[in-house]
């Protein structure tokens, strides 16, 4: 088994203040009048993993911990500022879902839109498109504008356009949640399909179980900084074990250290 | 191999976008794309109604030099003001996806390119209405065009770029718009002013290259190799500095929306 995503000591820089929505000459005025204000930090800081081919992560954490961010540097999204990380293979990501569709255009079309923009080429789009409105069970909607579906429906669609994908590398942010019950059973399914055809996957998830069921490995993150990573259960107890307020992250910190080497 | 994989898939992105702007644009006008074709020619119907007496007097083909002005800086003002806001626009997308963030521009300045063209064809049948002898030297057209398109797209980059770090850029623009507007000699010829206030109009690209096309189209001529230069010099000069604000700014863009 080889080496699908290798990050080495990664930090992520995010940039929030004064910059953004103000004009040029709002810009001038506050560097002028010192009034200009960036605030910096690391939205992600010092992680390192490996996971190997077929592996399944699961990254937890509360909310503001840098998971997203360290997703989207997965992705490509965004550059690490300082350490590298190295992706082999292709690379499907699915952050949020339902966002980035296009309210005026019709379900058909957006769902040619959004495969294009996962790098699908048409002639897969077309092989694929009944299947795809089958499996979000769409059919009727299929020439409506969008904006007419419901949020679930969205996610379902989303969901269904990206599940036909077989990448090497799949990341998932939150988006085994959606859906009612019956499409969260079938899209569980297609996941695990998926995961079974060897593709290496990294999954962001607030459900524990759901991280226990499906993942061999997780990544523990807290305001950036990495807790611990390795065996899923182990980390996954611990996890719980501090979030009912009985441990405390330093124990973790020590022992993730060791877990990290076990693997590595 | 894996290029021509990678081009591919980009061209089903780039085909799939330009369907979506291009969608987007006329689906919800009646009179959809017609419209764009009726709004220059109603912009030089008023200019002619308002000008010819004023200051067209002793221009020859005067409503064909007219158009010709009007022809390429409408272009101009189309392709990089739909495109200025190309990018933040689409900021819900390259923010998920990684996708190349210039295809937002280039498939916007399609739909630029055909409304263009389309005004082209008009423009053609106005040079035949107005007795002008259509002669192999058109084909030089295709310089002027070919060096504007790039141009625009130069503009449109840094443009852009701009707008997502500063809003405030699109009423300076449109300022600025008009202001060229008026430094292009569309209405009115130059040959009253000095010769260095002359080479002053080689300043303004738009200006280069309507003269340009009225050189050809109105004189018969083939521009000078300067002239030649001078346009694609512009269009070089714009593109490499959106190129570059692209490359450099491409991770840094996501801050900022």
């Known amino acids: 088994m080889g080496i699908a995503i290798k990050a080495e000591n990664i930090a992520i820089r995010y940039i929030t203040g004064d910059f953004k929505d103000i004009g040029l000459k709002e810009y001038v005025m506050r560097k002028l009048t010192r009034n200009y204000h960036v605030k910096e930090f690391m939205a992600v800081d010092g992680v390192t993993f490996e996971l190997e081919e077929g592996d399944m992560l699961g990254i937890i954490g509360s909310n503001g911990a840098g998971k997203s961010t360290l997703l989207k540097a997965v992705a490509g999204i965004m550059v690490p500022t300082r350490g590298t990380i190295n992706a082999y293979g292709e690379v499907a990501a699915l952050l949020e879902l339902g966002s980035g569709f296009d309210g005026d255009l019709s379900v058909k079309e957006n769902a040619y839109l959004r495969g294009a923009m996962l790098g699908y080429t048409k002639q897969f789009m077309d092989d694929k498109y009944s299947e795809i409105i089958d499996f979000a069970g769409l059919w009727e909607f299929e020439n409506r504008p969008f904006k007419q579906l419901s949020s679930g429906m969205k996610s379902r669609l989303a969901f269904s356009i990206a599940s036909m994908v077989n990448p090497d590398i799949l990341i998932l942010d939150e988006v085994l949640s959606v859906g009612d019950g019956a499409f969260q059973t079938k899209s569980a399914e297609k996941m695990r399909e998926i995961i079974s055809r060897g593709a290496t996957t990294i999954l962001v998830s607030h459900s524990l179980q759901q991280i226990r069921e499906l993942c061999n490995k997780v990544l523990w993150l807290d305001h950036g900084r990495q807790i611990a990573f390795g065996e899923a259960q182990e980390i996954c107890d611990r996890y719980e074990f501090y979030l009912q307020g009985k441990g405390d992250i330093g124990d973790g910190n020590i022992d993730a250290t060791s877990a990290g080497c076990d693997l590595g | ?257």
């Open chain 2, 1 to 257: 191999m894996k290029t021509i994989q990678k081009f591919k898939k980009n061209y089903f992105l780039f085909s799939e976008l330009v369907r979506r702007d291009f969608t987007k644009k006329y689906k919800r006008t009646i009179l959809g794309m017609a419209w764009s074709v009726i709004s220059p020619l109603l912009t030089l119907f008023v200019m002619h109604l308002v000008f010819s007496n004023l200051l067209g007097s002793n221009i020859s083909h005067y409503t064909i030099y007219l158009f010709a002005g009007q022809l390429i800086f409408s272009f101009f003002s189309d392709s990089t003001n739909e495109g200025m806001t190309s990018l933040l626009n689409n900021a819900e997308i390259f923010t998920k996806v990684n996708v190349p963030k210039y295809m937002f521009l280039f498939s916007k300045n399609v739909s630029s390119l055909i409304n263009f063209g389309i005004t082209l064809a008009i423009f053609f049948a106005f040079v035949l209405l107005d007795g002008i002898d259509v002669t192999w030297k058109f084909v030089f057209l295709l310089y002027p065009i070919l060096c504007l398109v790039i141009f625009n797209l130069g503009m449109g980059l840094i443009l852009s770029a701009l707008y997502v770090f500063f809003r405030d850029i699109q009423y300076l623009y449109s300022i600025f718009t008009l202001l060229l507007m008026y430094m292009s000699a569309i209405f009115y010829s130059i040959d009253g002013f000095s010769q260095i206030g002359k080479n002053l109009f080689l300043l303004n690209p738009i200006y280069v290259y309507i003269r340009y096309v009225r050189k050809i189209v109105i004189e018969g001529d083939i521009p000078s190799i300067w002239l030649h230069l001078i346009a694609a010099g512009y269009s070089i000069v714009a593109f490499a500095v959106g190129y570059l604000i692209y490359k450099k700014k491409n991770h840094s863009f996501l801050y900022y929306v």
